[in-house]
């Protein structure tokens, strides 16, 4: 009824091949937008930003790169939560280096040293796949796991071995330490997961995104066509762990204020494994929608017995939730195997006829 | 030339001189090789009938080793003495483990024949959560004592005296050395003789050629679910000997993917195999060169193994060959 493109005719390549072709698209990210930066800040409590969106968006942005490793490119791995972690403590470690330079920038560019670590371990790719390859990433998960706690200069050597966000400013407001109100960190997660999610469209879209594609659907054909298996795989490392290092820090400066190895461990890298299957293989909506479940579902379901009156003991919600996780995780796999993007461009192929059966 | 001695020469010269210690770091690596090899094994057996790599193999183990001794408290406090309890309660906990078996295969498994196979193993995952949560609710999240010696396992040690020093053999690991080569047997007459383990080869060899010739695939994993089970069991009841049984313990599932790819994904030699290595490889790492790097390298020196055993043998070391067809 409301949904419909009839009348929108594309007069240029340009518009042809936009991101989102139909108006209505168009005006659903735009409400999409301002809700989440004015609705979401002048509305939104402290607990609700905190537990809530700021990880959310933070997750969104591991499950991406997740994403274009294994949904672009075919290569499961479960290394990403140590991926975060180099990006965290690289963070950490040029915070305590350079105290003047701008802390977005040093969020930015410890994503490089994550995309070289990622690079290093996905050399083994380019030999193996499938299951073989989730030894490898696994021998990176725990191998950078025990250098974070073995290493004490990666945590200058503090007694707790935890590495901690540094008060600092922008454009004289605090935007980390624990000056910083949760308002701005918000504002600041979600600005660099924008900018790079879109950034991310676009280079699956682009020549290095599709030969991606290429290798994920039949490598021997990809290679006989020309795509050059090395650049293509690494590439696809290292732009992965780049987004799962600025993830990473993020995560330690703008959220958690500080952490410890156990935020990096192996759980870490299956629940972000989880948001992409879940919110579907090789989609960016998805990595939205995958780490919004996965976030948000938990606190959800912490907050349902209040909710409807019931008591009951929470290390017993504790086990409720991760059992219904659980549960939902087969139940979603069983209803829908690619996603719950899948899902939603079924909802929207529905709401294109509606309320016809066919068009 | 200071560095390279500590890496290279010393090491060995401590090995050498003091022969009794490596002997007994060469046991506890046999130990705990055969620990992994039993993990690796339920894995193997999966993997070979179903093509599922079953990630939900660890809280299986923790699952059937906390419900034996979650039935056995039961029986306890109705009053019977306990050995018989013991046994009792294993029987049961075989028949819990069958039903756990069957209620898989109906409700995920069955819903999810000719997915790829991420998907299966995602589902797994998901069914390792459920099995925790599940667990955790119905026993509680505290480590439980495993009930070795109702079972009739021995506890004492016995010391040789080697090299003029003393080798310490615990009674529990030298039976678990024991059942693990008890079960592999079993499992090798099971799979070559008899009618169900033909075909469940069939099965793991085609899925269409088996069921066209009459073998049901749901009753198949039924069965190869449940034999996972039991050797989740044995594995449960071993490890929970040497230690006490807590959810700790399905992250060492994990430890069983390099032994899968040493041993190769479809080889029950392989998985004994590749267990003795990663075993007597990360103990003699961890004791001779792990105190260079700061020690607690048990926690990734497995999987390094396997990555450098990957880049030359890719399909493990009793693998079949994988040859794709374009």
Redesign the interface.
């Known amino acids: 009824m409301f949904y419909r493109e009839t009348g929108q005719f594309k007069t240029s390549y340009e518009a042809d091949s936009a991101v989102f072709p139909i108006l209505q698209d168009r005006i659903g990210i735009m409400i999409m937008l301002v809700i989440a930066f004015v609705a979401v800040p002048l509305l939104g409590n402290d607990f609700f930003l905190n537990t809530m969106m700021i990880p959310f968006l933070i997750f969104t942005l591991a499950a991406i790169g997740l994403n274009i490793l294994t949904g672009y490119t075919g290569q499961?791995s479960l290394g990403s939560g140590a991926f975060m972690g180099v990006g965290a403590y690289a963070c950490y470690k040029m915070a305590t280096f350079f105290p003047e330079v701008n802390l977005i920038v040093l969020v930015l560019v410890s994503g490089f040293f994550s995309a070289i670590v990622g690079m290093f371990f996905g050399l083994?790719s380019l030999?193996?796949k499938?299951?073989?390859l989730?030894?490898?990433t696994?021998?990176a998960q725990?191998?950078l796991?025990?250098s974070f706690?073995?290493?004490g200069w990666l945590y200058n050597y503090n007694d707790s071995g935890a590495i901690d966000n540094l008060p600092r400013k922008l454009f004289n407001i605090w935007i980390s330490g624990p000056n910083a109100s949760p308002v701005t960190n918000y504002l600041v997660v979600l600005c660099i997961v924008l900018v790079m999610t879109w950034i991310a469209s676009n280079l699956v879209r682009g020549r290095i995104g599709r030969s991606w594609m290429m290798i994920r659907d039949m490598d021997?054909?990809a290679e006989l066509m020309g795509v050059r298996p090395l650049y293509a795989k690494l590439s696809a490392f290292a732009v992965s762990s780049f987004y799962c290092g600025v993830a990473g820090a993020m995560m330690v400066f703008f959220w958690l204020g500080s952490a410890e190895v156990e935020s990096f461990d192996?759980n870490q890298s299956?629940l972000i494994?989880?948001m992409v299957?879940l919110g579907g293989?090789g989609s960016i909506m998805g990595s939205y929608m995958g780490a919004a479940f996965i976030v948000i579902l938990p606190v959800l379901l912490r907050a349902a017995p209040e909710f409807f009156g019931l008591s009951v003991n929470p290390?017993?919600m504790?086990?409720?939730?991760?059992?219904?996780?659980?549960?939902?995780?087969?139940f979603f796999?069983?209803v829908e195997?690619h996603g719950l993007a899948r899902l939603w461009q079924i909802a929207k192929e529905k709401l294109r006829t509606w309320p016809f059966p066919y068009s | 030339m200071e560095l390279l001695n500590t890496i290279f020469v010393a090491p060995f010269i401590d090995m050498f001189s003091a022969p009794d210690f490596l002997i007994q770091v060469l046991w506890e690596g046999f130990v705990s090789g055969i620990l992994y090899a039993l993990l690796a094994l339920g894995f193997v057996l999966i993997f070979k009938a179903s093509g599922v790599f079953n990630f939900a193999q660890g809280i299986m183990v923790v699952f059937a080793a906390l419900t034996l001794v979650g039935v056995y408290a039961l029986l306890q406090s109705l009053g019977l003495s306990p050995a018989f309890a013991a046994w009792i309660s294993l029987f049961l906990t075989i028949g819990v483990m069958g039903i756990l078996a069957l209620s898989i295969e109906r409700v995920v498994l069955r819903k999810l024949v000719n997915q790829p196979d991420i998907i299966l193993f995602m589902a797994t995952i998901g069914l390792t959560y459920f099995l925790i949560g599940f667990g955790e609710l119905v026993f509680g999240g505290e480590p439980q004592k495993m009930i070795a010696s109702e079972l009739g396992i021995p506890s004492g040690s016995t010391s040789f005296d080697v090299f003029s020093g003393v080798v310490i053999l615990e009674h529990a690991d030298i039976t678990a050395a024991i059942v693990a080569a008890v079960l592999v047997v079993c499992l090798g007459f099971f799979f070559s003789k008899t009618r169900i383990g033909r075909a469940l080869r069939a099965v793991a060899d085609d899925h269409q050629a088996a069921l066209s010739v009459g073998i049901s695939l749901n009753q198949i994993w039924v069965i190869v679910w449940f034999a996972a089970g039991i050797v989740a069991l044995a594995t449960g009841i071993m490890w929970g000997a040497k230690s006490d049984v807590s959810f700790a313990l399905q992250i060492i599932a994990l430890k069983a993917l390099p032994v899968l790819v040493l041993g190769g994904f479809t080889s029950i030699p392989g998985a004994i195999v590749g267990g003795l290595i990663i075993g007597f490889g990360e103990k003699i790492f961890e004791i001779y060169w792990g105190g260079l790097i700061g020690g607690g390298t048990e926690s990734w020196f497995a999987y390094v193994i396997a990555l450098v055993f990957l880049l030359f043998r890719p399909q493990g070391l009793f693998g079949e060959k994988i040859i794709d067809r374009i």
Do not use: C, D, K, Q
Not at chain 1, 318 to 330: K, P, Q, R, V
């Open positions: 499961i083994p030999r193996i499938g299951f073989y989730v030894v490898t696994l021998a725990f191998f796991t025990w706690n073995h290493i021997i054909a192996e299956f494994l989880f299957i293989l290390t017993n504790e086990h409720y939730s991760t059992m219904i996780i659980g549960a939902l995780i087969i796999l069983i195997p």
